[in-house]
């Protein structure tokens, strides 16, 4: 049996505090975990990327000698934005990778985001992996694999390029907050035609400038400034693996991406007529009669980068988006998450008009909350929580109760949602409404029931 911190095993990734629960002989095992799976699938070889984390190449060794085990080849494609590996996966035809990257968690974590044989790890595959490895039921092959190396960033950019065009020259600011798409990010979009003004492109593993999570708005403000400042007409923020996109307007509005998916959305329906457009449990209302307005058809699902993955691949849709800044492209691309490839494509959009701030300023808006944490004391426990209210909730004035991923309340004038995090104990709360007073209302219904359910349990301000 090998030992091995459980709850690193995530819903939609594997991520730790490197040297404390993400060790490098854990690592080593997860490799030889992977390695057996692949060759159930008859995989040969795997891709390996890091992101721009100072623990990232003990890890990537460590990850590679359990691969090697297994007797799986790898190709290290070195610091990459996690985008980049699932495109290597194609171009080097393994369908299998592994991605080191903390995303935007603190300097201390790290972790891995994990495809075999064409389908991306997620939820049960995920604790599947985990009873594999604390098992040891590895493969033993006859001889270990191989390594070497790769460069994937001139096919990446020259396969972006040669499909995404723009309508005229654009001066962008683009801050990638130290993460590793600052290695790529200003050299596509200047092949792509644009002047670019960078905020913070050198790739840095302590973060010195600000966490690189453009979900949170308190992140944007260097580059609000910087359009306030500059002839920048937009402004485009990554997180620190490059699989999320964050948009400011020239006025400093953000443009979350819940709306960033209409503008995709309208779009890809235009050669798509009548197909599904996927959005997670944390979007926007004003979803639905967008994509039906144009001639869609609307899919509320699951919250978590991997599972929107697997819907967008069950049902064949050619878009789909998180409110967190993932965005699925199956539409002249591969339908992975792409925080680039999704800025390329708005700007190819946006550039056929003569004011790209106008154009998303606007796209339909409601009143909203950001998402809001509650954090609990014990792993599991927000879980529970979510668990007793799905049974014994009830919510006044409710007109439908979505339960596929929390509870998303629909009233007549606006929306509450309440979720348990797949990654750390905490309850998640987004509300949006038509009015002030609405939004008021919804909050206090949630309030009532959650004080109802765990006496003492305040939603934050």
Not at 17 to 26: F, P, Q, R, S
Not at 104 to 130: C, S, W
Not at 230 to 247: C, I, M, P, Q, S
Not at 422 to 436: C, G, Y
Request: one cysteine or more; a neutral charge; charged letters at 25%.
């Amino acid at each position: 049996m090998t030992t091995i911190a459980p709850e690193i095993f995530k819903a939609y990734d594997i991520r730790g505090i490197v040297d404390k629960t993400l060790t490098e002989d854990a690592a080593e095992a997860i490799g030889k975990g992977l390695g057996t799976l692949g060759a159930r699938k008859g995989v040969k070889r795997f891709v390996v990327g890091r992101d721009g984390r100072l623990s990232g190449p003990k890890l990537v060794r460590a990850i590679s000698r359990g691969l090697n085990a297994a007797g799986m080849d790898v190709t290290d494609i070195g610091v990459v934005a996690t985008p980049m590996m699932y495109f290597a996966t194609h171009h080097f035809k393994t369908g299998s990778g592994v991605m080191v990257t903390g995303s935007h968690n603190p300097p201390d974590y790290n972790g891995f985001k994990m495809m075999v044989a064409g389908e991306t790890l997620a939820a049960e595959a995920i604790q599947d992996l985990r009873r594999l490895i604390e098992s040891a039921s590895f493969v033993t092959p006859a001889k270990a694999g191989a390594q070497s190396t790769a460069d994937i960033s001139d096919a990446y950019i020259e396969r972006i390029t040669s499909d995404v065009k723009l309508a005229r020259a654009m001066t962008i600011a683009v801050d990638c907050g130290n993460g590793s798409p600052g290695a790529y990010a200003p050299k596509l979009f200047r092949k792509l035609g644009c002047e670019v003004i960078e905020l913070f492109c050198d790739v840095d593993g302590t973060f010195p400038n600000h966490h690189p999570d453009p979900s949170k708005p308190e992140n944007l403000k260097d580059l609000v400034a910087a359009l306030k400042s500059t002839n920048a007409e937009l402004g485009l923020a990554f997180d620190g693996d490059g699989d999320r996109l964050g948009v400011v307007t020239k006025n400093g509005r953000i443009i979350f991406p819940d709306r960033q998916l209409m503008l995709f959305a309208r779009e890809v329906l235009s050669r798509n007529p009548g197909a599904s457009i996927i959005f997670d449990v944390k979007s926007t209302r004003n979803l639905f009669d967008w994509i039906r307005k144009h001639g869609g058809k609307p899919l509320l699902w699951k919250t978590g980068h991997s599972l929107i993955k697997s819907k967008l691949k069950e049902t064949g849709a050619p878009l789909a988006g998180e409110m967190s800044g993932h965005i699925f492209f199956k539409d002249r691309w591969y339908g992975f998450d792409d925080g680039l490839y999704a800025g390329a494509r708005m700007l190819e959009l946006l550039s056929r008009g003569d004011n790209a701030s106008r154009e998303l300023e606007s796209l339909p808006d409601s009143i909203s909350t950001p998402e809001l944490n509650i954090p609990l004391a014990r792993e599991g426990e927000n879980h529970a929580l979510i668990a007793d209210l799905q049974k014994s909730a009830r919510f006044e004035g409710a007109k439908e109760i979505i339960t596929i991923d929390g509870l998303r309340v629909e009233y007549p004038d606006g929306f509450g949602l309440v979720r348990a995090s797949n990654t750390t104990p905490v309850i998640v709360l987004r509300f949006e409404a038509d009015s002030d007073a609405a939004l008021k209302r919804i909050r206090e219904d949630f309030r009532r029931v959650l004080q109802k359910a765990r006496p003492g349990l305040s939603i934050p301000a």
